[in-house]
């Protein structure tokens, strides 16, 4: 079956950095995507990433390993409004989108 | 930027009642969604459009209708709302110009959710 994989709940400091990783298993591969949703509002987008490798974007990057069904999310200089949930998505072979439950992200001073 | 709103941001009905949910968007994206969000689980598809009158159903469909007359709007309906429908909707636009065809949801863009119970 097709599944994704992401820690439920994680936990850093401010000014510190953190990893949000995701494992994934689809019948076939188009991409993988990460989403922010801070609690009580909508997913926004944050990243794609279908060629191996890292792809930065201000403070936050996105790897991703296609041979072995991985990626992650890799947050810099964390600030407080980063607390949220972030969501993992793979686009199978047939482009539809498996997601992942999210990993909440608890930020403290 | 992107706008995608929906009718409501809490509704509370009771079982058997028919609901209409309604999302639009400003972008001219040919292609809406509609998920479910429910604790523990990852964003569930219940139906996509990729154009005007034109529906696909997703992974969970049972329970639901939409409707998609205009192509700004993409409307989901409850025919006779159950308890187990109690969950957060949220819709989604998405341009095309991708490979996969009509529907491939890349970059989404999501409205504030509708949160449902059902009593």
Same mark, same amino acid.
């Given at each position: 079956g ?6 439920t709940?994680m936990?850093?400091?401010? $000014? ?12 076939? *591969?188009? $991409? ?9 509002e909508?997913?926004? *987008?944050? %990243? ?9 974007? $201000?403070?936050? %990057?996105?790897?991703?390993s296609r %041979?072995?069904?991985? %990626? ?11 607390s ?8 199978d072979s047939n ?6 439950a ?8 | 930027?992107?706008? @995608?709103?929906?009718s409501? +941001? !809490?509704? @509370?009905k +009771? ?11 400003d =972008?001219d994206?040919?292609? =809406?969604?509609?998920y +479910? #969000?429910d604790?523990?689980?990852g964003? /569930?598809?219940?139906?996509?459009? !990729?154009?005007?009158? =034109? ?6 469909p049972?329970?639901?209708? @939409?409707s /998609?007359?205009?192509k700004?709007r993409?409307s989901?309906?409850?025919?006779? &709302?159950?308890?187990n429908?109690?969950? =957060?909707?949220?819709?989604a ?8 065809? +009509?529907? &491939?949801?890349y970059? #989404?863009?999501?409205?504030p959710?509708? /949160?449902?119970?059902?009593?």
């Amino acid at each position: 079956g097709q599944n994704i994989d992401q820690p439920t709940e994680m936990t850093a400091t401010e $000014g510190a950095i953190v990893q949000i990783n995701c494992t994934y298993q689809t019948s076939g *591969f188009n $991409g993988l995507f990460w989403y922010q949703q801070h609690a009580g509002e909508a997913p926004t *987008f944050l %990243s794609y990433n279908v060629l191996d490798g890292l792809e930065e974007k $201000g403070r936050f %990057s996105s790897f991703l390993s296609r %041979s072995k069904g991985y %990626s992650y999310l890799l947050l810099k200089e964390l600030q407080m409004k980063d607390s949220a949930s972030y969501l993992c998505a793979a686009l199978d072979s047939n482009y539809q989108l498996i997601w992942g439950a999210g990993t909440k992200l608890i930020i403290k001073p | 930027d992107v706008k @995608v709103t929906q009718s409501s +941001r !809490y509704l @509370v009905k +009771r079982t058997g009642e028919k609901v209409f949910l309604e999302c639009v968007q400003d =972008m001219d994206h040919e292609n =809406m969604f509609w998920y +479910r #969000q429910d604790p523990g689980l990852g964003l /569930r598809l219940i139906y996509f459009s !990729y154009d005007v009158k =034109m529906k696909e159903k997703g992974d969970i469909p049972e329970g639901y209708s @939409v409707s /998609r007359e205009k192509k700004e709007r993409f409307s989901l309906i409850l025919e006779s &709302a159950s308890t187990n429908q109690t969950s =957060m909707y949220l819709c989604a636009s998405s341009p095309p110009d991708r490979p996969g065809g +009509r529907g &491939a949801p890349y970059e #989404q863009y999501f409205g504030p959710g509708t /949160r449902l119970t059902v009593t």
